[in-house]
């Protein structure tokens, strides 16, 4: 339920109509509120986001680190000289240095991100490290179709995907994705990808719930985002985090739930919220290796090579654009 208010608080004029003023305004005027996950990583959240990563509980990063570390060298061998190495969503980078340590004739490396002070920190750090290597930044966002830089059309092209970023979008939208990366990159193009495996849900649970609760002020910081950025008026202490499990659709559920009756204002619009009352901020959906090809293969994906760690927690594949 929705009515015109003014809004409360300072807003940043420069976010006013921004898109994550219409996305917010958009989702929390839906029967179901909801705010897409995407706009949990700004400099707060990306930095919240780097702590949950270090967390006993969270093992998708580091699992996935393991293995990138352990299969380098063999997915440096898959890469022709003169390629081009091409990363959707790069952030910081740090586990692209694990392929570019072992990728020595890559011509250049291609970081696409929303952030143009990570592009900018990730270009200056990986220029110093590896003086040969061209560096060209994208600043978009990859879920919208790219063009690439016509010097690379005649190159070989290797997506990488790392961190199960797939798992946030649902099936249909996954597969949409993985097409329109496919048609960035263009035929004979192979991508690297992190994919998460389903597993015990006690421990899928905690990963996502940590017991210090940064998960929960990474997940409430969206609240925030909204006070400092639209002058909206949430109470943080109004409102808790929320991780569950959904068996049928194999996927994690974060929410933030509204402790209490309450109306909140945003960018000149006034919501209304039920005690208990939810909005959803993000899916994580978890795989079966085999459901995950199917899902790559629905795109115009062959999958090509597949590796775990030795609990099966996560997987990394190498897939190749299907003719």
Known sequence: ?????????????????????????????????????????????????????????????????????????????????????VEFGSGSSTKTELLLERMDKLHAYVPIDISSAALRDAKARIAERFPELLVMPIEADFAQPIVMPPEFSARPLFGFFPGSTIGNSRPIDAVALLASMRRTLGPDAHLIIGADLKKNVRRLLAAYDDADGVTAAFNLNLLARANRELGANFKLDQFKHSATYDMRNGRIDMHLVSLREQWVDVGGHRFHFDAGEQIHTEHSHKYEIEGFHTLVSEAGWRPQVVWTDAERLFSVHVLIADV
């Not at 015109?4 to 179901?32: C, M, W």
């Not at 707060?44 to 699992?63: C, D």
């Open 1 to 85: 339920m929705e009515q015109s208010a003014r809004p409360h608080g300072r807003a940043d004029p420069a976010a006013i109509g921004s898109d994550f003023s219409e996305a917010l305004i958009a989702g929390l005027s839906a029967p179901q509120k909801s705010i897409p996950s995407r706009f949990l990583y700004d400099a707060a959240g990306s930095a919240l986001f780097e702590k949950i990563t270090t967390l006993p509980e969270y093992y998708p990063t580091r699992t996935e680190t393991d293995i990138l570390r352990y299969q380098a060298e063999e997915i440096a061998a898959i890469v022709p000289a003169g390629a081009v190495l």
